[in-house]
C-alpha cells in the first residue's frame, strides 16, 4: 500500500509542477521558456555585435565569426527574441496568469488545451534547439526568411536547419492558436458577477485584441511557409524565379503577418503599463474608453500598412502613397493612448518603486521608436533608410520597449501575486538604470549608422570604404551591449534570492484596483476563497482597497476546486 501511495504522490507532482491545467503554474512554464530562449538570444546578438567591433579577420583571436555564420546569428536572434521570448513572456506568461485572476474565474475556459498549448511551445522549442546542431548548422537566410535564398531546394547542398526553423514556428503558431482560444473565450464567457466588458481591466482587452489579431493575420503565413518548405524539399516554384516562381510573394504574406505580429506583442506591454500607472500615480486611468476604442481601431489598421516593409523591393510604385497613408495614419491611436498615459500622470501623486520606474522607461523608450517609424513610413526617406542600421534602431526601440521594459515592469509588479514574495527594491532599480542608460547606448549609435548608409547584415563593415569613419561607433555600440548584457545579473540576482527569502508579500502590497489584487499571494488552485462579485471597476473610483469594495460580505462561498 505505501508504495502505491508513493506512486500516487510521484504522479501528484507532474501534474501540478509538470503536466499542470492550472492557468498559474502554466503561466510560470511559459515564462521559464521565455526566459531561456532570453539567454540564448543575448549571447547571440553578444557574438554578433563582436563580429561587427571587430571584423578584421586577418586579427587573430578577433575575427573568428565568418559570414555564414554571422548570418546564422542574425537569424536565429531575431527569430528566438520575437517568437520564443516575446510571445512566451508578454502573452503566455502574462496573458495566462492575470487573464482569469483579472476577471474573477478560477481558470482558463479549456485548462487542458492550455496544457497542450505549453507543451506544444516546449517542442517547438526543442526543435529549433535541434536545429542549431544539424549538419550546416541552423537558418541563415534572415529572420524574415526571404526568398530565393531561403527557397533553395535542399538537394543543392542547402542544411536542413532552415527546414526545422520552419517545423518550429509551425509548432509555435499552433500554441498560440490554442492560447488565444482561451484567451477570448474566458473573459466573454466566465467574467465575475457584474464585470461587464467595459469592466475589464486594460490589460485583458489588450490581450484579448493580440489574440485576435494573430488568429486573423497568421493563416497567410503558414500557408507561405508550406509553400516555402514544398520548395526546399519537393522542387516546387513557388518562390524560385527560374521555376515561375515569384519571391515577392512571400514577402506579402510575411509582412501581411508581420506587422500585425508587431501588435501582438506590443499591446500586452502596452496593457501592463496601462496597469501600472494608475496604481502608482493613485489616479484612475484617463480615457479608458477612448483606449479600447483605439486599441480596436489600431488592430483593424494593422492589416493595411504591411507593404511599407517592402517599398523598395520592386512592387507596383503606386502603391506607395496608400500604404504610406495607412502608416501615417496608424500612428493616431498610438498617440491617443500615449496622451492618455501622460494625462493619467498629470497631477499625481507619484511614487517611483521599481515597476513604476520600468513602466516609465517603456514609455520613454517608446516614444523614441513611434517617431522614428514615421520616418519609415514614408516613401522618399525610407528609400534611403531601408534595411539600414536606421531601422534596426527604430525596430529595438519599439520593442525593446515593449518585450524589456514592459515585461520587467510586470515582473517586478505582479512577482508578488506569482510567487508570494517581494522582489528587493534596491537591486530593482540598479537594474533599471542601468539597463535604460546602457539600451540607449547601444541604440542611439545605431541611428547615426543607419543615417551614414550603413547596411544590416553585413558582417564586415571595413569592406566598405565610406563606412570606415563609423566604425567607432559600432565598437562603442558592441561595448554598450556587453554592458547591457551584465546589467541583468541583478535581476537575476533578485529573481532567485526573492524566490526563496524575499519579504513574505501581502495580498495587495502595491493598494492596486484590479480584482487579482484580492486573491491571496500566491493564488490557490481556484484562485479565490469565494466569488467575487464587481460593483465597480477598477477605474471608476478613485483608490481605495480591492477588498471591500469589490468583495460583499454576504457572498456565496467558491466550489470545491477539482483536478
Known amino acids: 500500500m505505501s508504495a502505491r501511495v508513493e506512486v500516487e504522490e510521484r504522479v501528484s507532482f507532474f501534474r501540478t509542477y509538470v503536466f499542470s491545467i492550472d492557468h498559474k503554474m502554466i503561466a510560470k512554464q511559459y515564462l521559464a521558456i521565455g526566459l531561456f530562449w532570453a539567454v540564448v538570444g543575448g549571447l547571440l546578438a553578444y557574438l554578433l555585435r563582436w563580429q561587427l567591433a571587430y571584423p578584421d579577420t586577418e586579427a587573430p583571436g578577433w575575427g573568428f565569426i565568418g559570414p555564414e555564420f554571422y548570418n546564422m546569428l542574425v537569424t536565429m536572434h531575431g527569430t528566438i527574441m520575437v517568437f520564443f521570448v516575446a510571445m512566451p513572456i508578454l502573452l503566455g506568461a502574462f496573458g495566462n496568469f492575470l487573464i482569469p485572476l483579472m476577471v474573477g474565474a478560477r481558470d482558463m475556459a479549456f485548462p487542458r488545451l492550455n496544457m497542450l498549448s505549453v507543451w506544444t511551445l516546449a517542442l517547438s522549442s526543442l526543435v529549433l534547439l535541434i536545429s542549431f546542431f544539424v549538419p550546416g548548422g541552423a537558418a541563415s537566410a534572415g529572420w524574415t526568411g526571404y526568398p530565393p535564398l531561403s527557397a533553395k531546394p535542399i538537394y543543392t547542398g542547402v542544411n536542413w536547419g532552415l527546414n526545422l526553423w520552419i517545423l518550429a514556428l509551425a509548432l509555435e503558431f499552433a500554441s498560440f492558436l490554442m492560447s488565444g482560444i482561451n484567451f477570448l473565450t474566458t473573459p466573454i464567457n466566465l467574467r465575475a458577477p457584474g464585470m461587464s466588458m467595459f469592466r475589464l481591466p486594460l490589460l485583458v482587452w489588450m490581450q484579448m485584441t493580440a489574440a485576435i489579431l494573430f488568429m486573423l493575420s497568421v493563416g497567410p503565413l503558414i500557408a507561405g ?101 495607412t502608416t501615417i495614419l496608424i500612428s493616431v491611436p498610438f498617440a491617443l493612448m500615449v496622451f492618455a498615459m501622460i494625462a493619467t500622470l498629470w497631477g499625481g501623486s507619484i511614487s517611483f518603486p521599481t515597476p513604476m520606474l520600468f513602466a516609465l522607461g517603456t514609455l520613454a523608450v517608446f516614444l523614441i521608436g513611434g517617431l522614428t517609424g514615421i520616418f519609415n ?148 488552485h481556484g484562485n479565490f476563497d469565494t466569488v467575487p462579485v464587481v460593483y465597480r471597476g477598477p477605474y471608476e473610483y478613485s483608490h481605495p482597497s480591492v477588498s471591500e469594495e469589490w468583495l460583499p460580505q454576504d457572498r456565496p462561498t467558491m466550489p470545491t476546486a477539482t483536478a
Open 225 to 325: 511557409a508550406i509553400m516555402l518548405l514544398l520548395d526546399r524539399v519537393a522542387g516546387a516554384s513557388f518562390y524560385l524565379p527560374q521555376g515561375g516562381g515569384d519571391p515577392l510573394l512571400w514577402q506579402h504574406l510575411f509582412w501581411f503577418f508581420g506587422h500585425p505580429e508587431v501588435y501582438v506583442i506590443f499591446l500586452p506591454g502596452l496593457g501592463i503599463v496601462l496597469e501600472i500607472f494608475p496604481v502608482f500615480s493613485r489616479k484612475p486611468i484617463f480615457g479608458y474608453r477612448p483606449i479600447i476604442y483605439s486599441t480596436i481601431a489600431a488592430g483593424i489598421l494593422s492589416f493595411t500598412v504591411w507593404a511599407h516593409h517592402q517599398f523598395i523591393s520592386g512592387m507596383d510604385p503606386r502603391l506607395a502613397m496608400p500604404f504610406s497613408v
Open 377 to 524: 513610413g514614408s516613401a522618399p526617406v525610407d528609400i534611403y533608410i531601408h534595411s539600414t542600421y536606421f531601422v534596426v534602431a527604430h525596430f529595438h526601440y519599439t520593442l525593446f520597449s515593449a518585450l524589456f521594459f514592459a515585461g520587467f515592469a510586470g515582473l517586478y509588479f505582479w512577482f508578488p501575486k506569482m510567487f508570494g514574495r517581494m522582489m528587493n527594491e534596491a537591486l530593482g532599480k540598479l537594474h533599471f538604470w542601468l539597463t535604460f542608460l546602457l539600451f540607449n547606448a547601444v541604440f542611439i549609435p545605431m541611428f547615426l549608422l543607419g543615417a551614414g548608409g550603413m547596411m544590416r547584415r553585413i558582417a564586415n563593415p571595413m569592406q566598405y570604404e565610406f563606412l570606415r569613419p563609423l566604425q567607432p561607433l559600432n565598437t562603442f555600440a558592441t561595448i554598450a551591449t556587453i554592458l547591457l548584457l551584465l546589467a541583468q545579473l541583478p535581476f537575476v540576482v533578485n529573481f532567485f534570492w526573492s524566490l526563496f527569502a524575499g519579504k513574505v508579500a501581502e495580498r495587495n502590497p502595491w493598494q492596486a484596483n484590479t480584482l487579482e489584487w484580492s486573491a491571496p499571494s500566491p493564488p490557490p
